[in-house]
């Protein structure tokens, strides 16, 4: 790829920072290739170079910077049109599975919940709070983070609950499950070629609902678990409606 790119007759110590800068540009439109084998192939160059100065070739070499990855934080999140049709297609369902998904899809889109977070309740992590109502309790063991945390419940997300046998009403929702009855819904959607549309959305949306509808980030950052704020910054997206509330406010006092 060097040879292909800068020549046979280029001169080691002619590679620059610019150089590099070209040569990223050039792997990532023409080659096609992803962030994580563009640094393979810079920290290839780095040897060369490493190599080169430390034989005397050249003095120094350039700074040469890794990649930055895109972020794996979904941006997208379910519209309140998009719930409401979802929540149809499921409770009509012929399929029983398909059904039950739509009750856990539900409880999850309410509580923000990890997949793996809901798995681990059991009937006595919920129970009636004296202060909040009703609410479940994710165990540490079963958290990202390692940290136990109190979630309150929705009148949805009890019925939802309450709906399921046993005394782990989510453990039979693992990915397996949880993907074929995805399936049914990215057609229903036309989603099928939408990457991003994702059954995790539910969590991302619970995020992004609750920064828009409160603006309070650090109540967020506690309701959903997050080990740092830095995470729970990412929900606060400027939507159109920011943008129109915004533009009031200042007419108003203008």
Known sequence: DIEAFFGSNFKIEDFKNQSRIDFVKWLKVVKQNKASTVNKKLSAVRVVLD?????EYIPERANIKSVKSASNFRNTYITEEQEAKIIKFTTNHPLESVQKFGEFWQWSIDTGLRFEESRGVTRKDIYNDETIGWVV???EENSKTNTSRTVP???RALQMANKQQGINPWDAFDKHRIARAWKYIRRHMDMVDNKMFVP???????????VQRTGNIKMVKEF???SNIAMTDKYAKISPKNL????????RHA
Not at 51 to 55: P, S
Not at 200 to 210: D, I, M
Not at 244 to 251: C, G, M, T
């Open 51 to 55: 190599f080169a100065v430390d034989q």
């Open 137 to 139: 309790m994710v165990q």
């Open 153 to 155: 419940l929705t009148t």
């Open 200 to 210: 995790y959305l539910t969590r991302h949306t619970l995020g992004s609902r609750l």
């Open 224 to 226: 959903m678990g997050h």
């Open 244 to 251: 129109i509330e915004a533009r009031d406010a200042l007419q």
